[in-house]
């Protein structure tokens, strides 16, 4: 996919500059809690509580002139009679304190802060006069901040919760979220499939901190291999597109807005212009953002570009237990322009020469309910090199299934009808960095977006 | 006043219709060939040097939507025809609106019959200017079957747009039609993309349609809004 030639935006240079101090807020030494609570119910007390449940190796400095103690660690009345110099600042304070808060912060030495609270441009002209006071502070004092109203930042390759849920499972996609529910949801979702996140970003109000620093940031980040994206609408589009035009790592954006409703609802939300859809569309395409329709989307095609490399084509071979799911797969496969290609001739006399006389050897090849891991391992080595890519569908509790996929060989494995064996046998497949989709439609979607938006196969080491 | 390329009401001020096909023209567009007449006689007149048929429209700030004002009269084949298409233009303009100010009529030929496509531009708050590309008629009317890119686009991305639309196959040969001139198109979308970067006062532009021929096209209507002084009413 080429990334639009054609346009051409200033390098102004000052965004490289700009992500370089996120680190602050991604992988601090050291993090204050300012508005701690010792009440469970309280964003003050989770979060506190989640950051030290995730693992955070360096020093955590809880704030709240009230208390003492909270989970058994010292509690500082302000800021500034903590006895260290926290490099990240949560604040959780209520918004009319927040300016002052980030001051304080300021003079403390904090480098990075996530703003919690809410009411500022989301709730009216005095919220919206709060917030550019706090983004003038922040400023002022170098602070980079994420927020306000914002469900934080979550980095499980730095033990650092700075959000809720609880979640720590470590993977190849970074989330970068308007929603924090959305957010959330992703990396639910790719916890309970063991696959993970590289990092979650919930950006609220993007005072400071916003999608354009994001992609850079997570571009630059060893451990994304692929960013998923919930806008509503960009908040600067040139920055954006100069950021997306950079990255070298696939960009999934999930952008409601198509009806007038969902435009409405979106400005009402963000309190910005959300812009027109078909010409967002138009700069994706042009961009080489490779764009979702659904938050299920958003999640399959992030997973797919994060744990699979482009296919060298289009030509696309269906080995299923199931023939229904061979037809599903093989019918979307068609409407997303894959090139579901006959078996060539020597392919399928091969294939004859050891599958029962009952099979019907045709792509799909439908394996039926005689498939064994075995049979699917044998099918694949015979066929796979007159394919650009295998699609294998367990379509029954194969047990093995794992077995067959070869993690450097183009594949993409859909698993569905297996109950505790495909649970299992899911399971070691994400352990080993092998994605598997639910059903053959979500597979076949997600694998469109690879051949368009994939990585390319990395060259052969010698 | 709602264009294809448009939001919805535009608050700059509408280029008349001569006013906008000059602008187009001067960009490098191929615009129908047209004089403006301010009476029966200088249309009548108009019409022979151009030759029959004809099309009469009524030019006027505060007629935007002319066909509402029977503001066109299309294929008029002889100088009767003509002259009486110029009263009933008049008549419908003072009967549309009052006191429009009415700066006569444009006099074109009648075009060639093709497959009628759509071209645009439009200022977009978040991405500045961008341009569209559509099949003209219901297609963009009623299916909104129209492809956006942001200014300026590469030949890349003008092939995209033009591929990218839903009614794509009509502008390929099949079943005795011919195929389309698709490279007229990436050029005029490429002119237009040059405009919409020279010209940052224009607000929305409308080709609609433009006529899309075997070899070649021709734009046989502009509608232009440029961005700050108040529009018609």
């Known amino acids: 996919m080429l990334k639009g030639d054609g346009f051409f935006l200033a390098d102004d240079g000052t965004m490289t500059a700009q992500s370089d101090n996120l680190a602050a807020i991604f992988t601090p030494r050291s993090v204050a809690v300012i508005g701690a609570s010792s009440s469970p119910e309280k964003l003050g007390f989770q979060i506190l509580k989640n950051i030290r449940d995730a693992g955070f190796k360096g020093p955590i400095y809880p704030v709240n002139p009230k208390a003492t103690s909270i989970l058994d660690l010292r509690c500082f009345p302000s800021i500034a009679d903590v006895d260290g110099a926290p490099e990240l600042a949560v604040i959780i304070v209520p918004a009319g304190a927040v300016p002052a808060t980030l001051a304080a912060c300021g003079a403390k030495g904090v480098k990075g802060a996530i703003v919690i609270s809410g009411g500022f441009s989301e709730s009216g002209a005095e919220g919206e006069s709060l917030q550019r006071q706090a983004l003038e502070v922040a400023r002022a004092n170098k602070i980079r901040m994420v927020g306000p109203n914002c469900q934080g930042v979550n980095n499980p390759y730095h033990g650092l919760c700075a959000s809720w849920p609880l979640l720590t499972m470590q993977g190849a996609m970074a989330v970068v979220s308007q929603s924090g529910t959305v957010a959330a949801a992703l990396m639910d979702w790719a916890a309970q499939e063991g696959i993970g996140v590289s990092a979650l970003v919930s950006m609220g109000n993007r005072a400071d901190v916003d999608e354009a620093d994001l992609l850079e940031y997570f571009d630059g980040d060893a451990q994304t291999r692929a960013i998923a994206l919930y806008i509503e609408g960009v908040k600067d589009g040139p920055r954006f597109l100069a950021a997306a035009r950079r990255a070298r790592k696939p960009i999934v954006v999930l952008k409601p807005g198509r009806t007038e409703k969902g435009r409405q609802a979106a400005e009402s939300h963000t309190k910005s212009l959300a812009g027109r859809d078909e010409v967002y569309q138009g700069a994706f395409r042009q961009f080489g953002i490779c764009r979702a329709e659904t938050l299920h989307e958003l999640y399959d095609f992030s997973k797919a570009l994060a744990y699979l490399r482009r296919p060298s084509g289009r030509k696309v071979l269906f080995v299923t237990s199931s023939g229904g799911c061979g037809v599903l797969a093989a019918d979307v496969a068609a409407g997303e322009g894959l090139d579901v290609a006959p078996l060539p001739e020597a392919v399928a006399t091969h294939l004859r020469s050891f599958l029962p006389r009952h099979f019907v050897v045709n792509n799909p090849l439908d394996l039926t309910g005689d498939a064994t891991a075995k049979l699917y391992k044998d099918v694949i080595a015979v066929a796979k090199d007159a394919f650009d890519i295998v699609t294998v569908i367990f379509g029954d509790p194969i047990v093995g299934a794992s077995e067959v996929i070869d993690r450097h060989r183009p594949e993409l494995v859909v698993f569905l009808g297996g109950a505790e064996v495909e649970r299992e046998e899911g399971r070691r497949l994400h352990a080993r960095g092998v994605p598997v989709f639910p059903t053959p439609e979500r597979g076949m979607r997600a694998l469109a977006q690879l051949v368009r938006f994939g990585r390319p196969e990395e060259k052969a080491r010698p | ?233």
């Open chain 2, 1 to 233: 006043m709602t264009l294809q390329t448009g939001l919805g009401q535009q608050k700059g001020r509408y280029l008349l219709e001569p006013e906008a096909l000059a602008m187009v023209k001067a960009a490098g567009l191929p615009v129908i060939e047209h004089r403006t007449a301010r009476s029966a006689e200088e249309a009548i007149s108009a019409a022979g040097q151009l030759g029959y048929p004809v099309a009469l429209k009524v030019v006027s700030r505060e007629i935007v939507h002319k066909s509402d004002a029977d503001g066109v009269q299309l294929d008029l084949r002889d100088a009767a025809a003509v002259g009486a298409a110029y009263r009933r233009v008049m008549d419908g303009a003072a009967r549309y609106h009052a006191d429009a100010r009415v700066d006569g009529v444009l006099v074109c030929r009648m075009a060639r019959p093709g497959v009628e496509v759509i071209l645009g531009l439009t200022r977009d708050p978040q991405f500045g200017p961008a341009l569209m590309f559509g099949l003209g008629g219901i297609f963009v009317e009623v299916y909104r079957d129209v492809a956006f890119r942001l200014v300026p686009i590469s030949e890349h991305d003008a092939m995209e747009m033009i591929r990218e639309i839903k009614g794509f196959p009509l502008l390929l040969a099949a079943r005795g039609r011919p195929a389309r001139d698709l490279a007229t198109v990436v050029r005029c979308l490429l002119t237009l993309s040059r405009l919409g970067q020279s010209r940052p006062e224009i607000d929305a532009l409308d080709l609609n349609p433009v006529i899309l021929y075997e070899e070649g096209c021709v734009v046989v209507d502009a509608k232009v809004f440029l961005t700050g002084a108040e529009g018609p009413s």
